[in-house]
């Protein structure tokens, strides 16, 4: 049946494109755990699309349709996690390429694009993502291949401004690509702001219950270089399985109310701790003091995420013993789940880690806003 009425992305994801299974009526897209699909006496496949399912399972096919709805793109694809899904974007380009990335950013990344382009042979720059001009800079006419960006940056939140980010790329002939996990789709939609690719870790808020491991890409345009990395998963074989891909699907439908709680829950612990005497500083692109506010205004819509992090007084030491008294909030790596978590993350980064030692990273979660300000309060106060 033809529809009446355009429906904005929100609306087809909730209904996982509103999925209605031809032969049951069931409303919930199924699991196909086959890895291999039949073909007819003619050997034309059963069908269309489905041979071998490392690279074309089913299961795959609403979630990847939702990925393109929500960020507005002509393709998408599912990785068994959210490196392999950046790490197919950097061996998808020639030999010798040169590459900007952001100083700050997910360090497990950063970590492995430096040591992976020393290896072979890929030029890497670092810019400062607090310096607007600082990008302009490193990028090199004919030679810079891809620019790297993530906004906000995890975990001090800086705001890039996509728009520019992507001009500067595109004026000497690279490709912009963006992790744009802590945004997601719900406030931010990269290729509107022309973003040529879009990566997600999925394991974060996309699937949103910590149950699965996942990344995923969303392509602006289906070009040379997008066939280039849809090769490099076929052949590479970081694909999801089944389950993975069902669940991913199943957590996507209530991406847009986890996501406005989260924010908003958020924004109300950042206004009540600014200016706590236990504090040095709040970092959240939501509070009018943040120098990304007026950049994230214009790119992140209805609200600016579930993330933020304190710069607790007493170094290090001090911000250890708050993490540690917390009751309510969990002491764990990730984010993006119903539940709130903190982690003091130079313990993660260890030393090579650009971040200040004192910053405690917060995901908000699903919680009553009530408690988790009353955890944090008495975790500050001792």
Known sequence: MTKRINVLPETDVVQGMHYVDPNSGAVVPPIMPSTTFARDGNYELVSAGHSYARDENPTFDTAEKMLTCLEGGQG?????????????IV???????????????????????????????????????????????????????????????????DVIDIETAAEIAHTVGAKLAIDSTVATPVLTRPIEFGADIVMHSATKYLNGHADVVAGALVTASADEFWERICMARAQGGAVLGSFEAWLL??????????????????????????????LESVLYPGLESHPGHEIAKKQMQGGFGGMLSFCVAGGEAGALDMVRRCEVFIRATSLGGVESLIEHRYSIEGPDSPIPRNLVRISVGAESVVDLIADLEQALDG
């Open 76 to 88: 998408s694809l599912l990785f068994s996690s959210g490196m392999a899904a950046a790490g197919a």
């Open 249 to 278: 699907q199943r957590g996507m439908r209530t991406l847009f109310m986890r996501v406005r709680q989260a924010s908003q829950s958020a924004m109300i612990i950042a206004e009540h701790f600014k200016g706590h005497p236990k």
């Open 91 to 157: 061996q998808s380009l020639d030999p010798g390429a040169h590459i900007v990335i952001p100083k700050v950013m997910y360090w497990g990344l950063r970590n492995w694009m430096v040591g992976f382009c020393d290896r072979w042979g890929i030029e890497l720059d670092q810019f400062d993502p607090a310096d607007p001009d600082d990008l302009a800079d490193k990028v090199k006419a004919g030679r810079t291949s891809l620019v790297w960006i993530e906004t906000p940056t995890n975990p001090t939140w």
